[in-house]
């Protein structure tokens, strides 16, 4: 069993990304990321947190537009047309998820396509299920690029995906099809769930369910993808895989936190630096 490790493959992209940010600086281009958080959730807030981080890591420059719960959807879509315009804004992320009285779909069409960073504009999603070049979304890049990196063979291979979301898993999936394997979405409505997981060789798991994949449900040999994040009573962090039981089956496995989640960030500055480097070239 192999451990994937996400937090050392990121640390090592930030590398690349700050010496690339280093010579744009010198043609005077900066790379800007603006990030809306609504509300107060602790985690939206912490996830925040951790991406201007990274983007000070960096020298991407990033701004975190602090907005109140009960924010109204207008103000919101006046704040996205202002960073639209900025000419020094290349990325615009809206951390999800968003209060219920607003539309998220409204806010996410709102975005400029070209500075989509997170990739959940249906531009930038038509254009990843066409298999043509545009914004992959964070994750599920990150979860290919940690793949890659390993050279897992995906080609012709049985990819199994539990969890359909549109920001992780139905992109995640489209991903895969694009590198030609064979695969199975499975979500709440699957019938006979372990059926599917068994049969997979690259199992990617994104519920937020602790335990939903146990040593039973996955094959010999698999390689195990554990994108949940859930936090315990306790304060733990945990993915949806039981670890400990199911690792030693693997030949590879990520652990949670260390493995995904990295990734994610790492991916996001890496279409954050894309979207600068487009507009350096015009
Ligand atoms: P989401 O929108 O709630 O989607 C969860 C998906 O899982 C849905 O498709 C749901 O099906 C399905 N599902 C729920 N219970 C299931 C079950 N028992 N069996 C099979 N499928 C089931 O969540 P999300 O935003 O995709 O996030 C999923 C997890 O990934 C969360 O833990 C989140 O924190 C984590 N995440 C991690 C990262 C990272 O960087 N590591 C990034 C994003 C998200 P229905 O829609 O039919 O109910």
Known sequence: MQILDGKALAQQIETEIKSEVGVLSQKGITPGLAVILVGNDPASQSYVNMKAKACKRTGIYSITHEMP??????????????????PNIDGILVQLPLPKHIDTTAVLEAIAPHKDVDGFHPFNMGRIFANLAGFVPATPMGVLSLLKHYKIEIQGKNVVIVGASNIVGKPLGALFLNENATITLCHIYTQDLIAHTKNADILCVAVGKPNLITKEMVKQGAIVVDIGISKLPSGQI?????????????????????????????SLLQNTLKSAKLRANH
Do not use: H, K, R, Y
């Open 238 to 266: 945990v993915g949806d895989v039981d670890f400990e039981n199911v690792a030693p089956l693997c030949e590879f496995i990520t652990p949670v936190p260390g493995g995904v989640g990295p990734m994610t960030i790492a």
């Open 69 to 86: 719960e009960n924010i109204a959807q207008d103000s919101l879509l006046q704040t996205i047309t202002m960073l639209n315009a900025n």
